[in-house]
């Protein structure tokens, strides 16, 4: 196997940091070395210099995407942090199917990955609204920077363990047998879902609306303090009045820097 040397090690994580904001700290060298390695045999270079130019060469952005893809970890399942779910369904959709005269409900999951949070979401809103729904728009978008990831949420199939902690209720209305072992997330809910490729690091958010619930949730862990604060500024911007923002339960906002209020651990609302 290829080795990465500190030099090779800090100019990949410097690019990363610059543009996709995650950081990876020295004892992430083993970690990079062996998801990068297939790449580097596949291209046949012969060092992970060769390897960091042919990135920086490359103007079509797909070897940067293939970097990414390699790099990110897709770690998430059905119901996780379900004191989330359960608030957005008790609290936070019967404040805004009051609200939203419009009728258009906009929800974001940023950094979505396979798709299990913003299907739990759209099976959520289906059963809240029930015959009512057709008179609402939910679509919901769903974003993460790895197209390996967005192609599996696209797919929607999952594993018996993977949709294990599913109600059973939702398992017979919004799943499909595939075979034996796994099952498909039904069109119904599939339908509800907008999948699409999107960098958190962008500098502005050019979304025609703002959205009353955002979820970000153990995305930003992998980001410092000064990135994290910048990203929290943008997802503010991008809020609706009254809406909310979930992050993950490892993470935390800094109340004294923050526009968004602090509602309960890991849920935040702009007033």
Sequence with gaps: MIKITEKEFRQIADYIKANYGIQLKEE????????????????????????????LRDKTGEAA???????????????REPEHFNY?????????????????????????STGEEPYTL???????????????????????????????????????????PVPPLWKSSYFTPVDAETSAVSDKI???????RFNLMNQSFAFKKKFHVIFCRNVMIYFNNDTKHELVGRFYDATE???????????????????????MPAVYRKE
């Design 122 to 164: 759209a099976m959520i809103i289906d059963e809240y609204f029930g015959a009512d729904k057709r008179n609402w728009d939910t679509k919901i978008l769903a974003t993460d920077i790895s197209l390996k990831a967005l192609d599996a949420a696209k797919q929607g199939v999952y594993s018996k363990r993977e949709i294990e």
């Design 241 to 263: 009045e009254g809406g909310y923002l979930f992050i993950g339960h490892a993470e935390s906002l800094n109340r004294e820097q923050t526009k968004y209020k602090f509602i």
């Design 28 to 55: 992430k060298m083993a970690l990079v070395t062996g998801r990068l390695h297939g790449i580097l045999t596949q291209h046949d270079f012969k060092s992970f210099t060769e390897y960091f130019e042919y990135i």
């Design 190 to 196: 599939k339908n509800e879902v907008i999948f699409r």
């Design 65 to 79: 995407i293939e970097l990414m893809n390699k790099i990110t970890t897709n770690h998430t399942f059905f119901m």
């Design 88 to 112: 957005f369904r008790d609290k936070v959709l019967p404040y805004l199917s009051q609200e939203v005269r419009s009728r258009d409900l906009r929800v974001w999951s940023a950094g979505c």
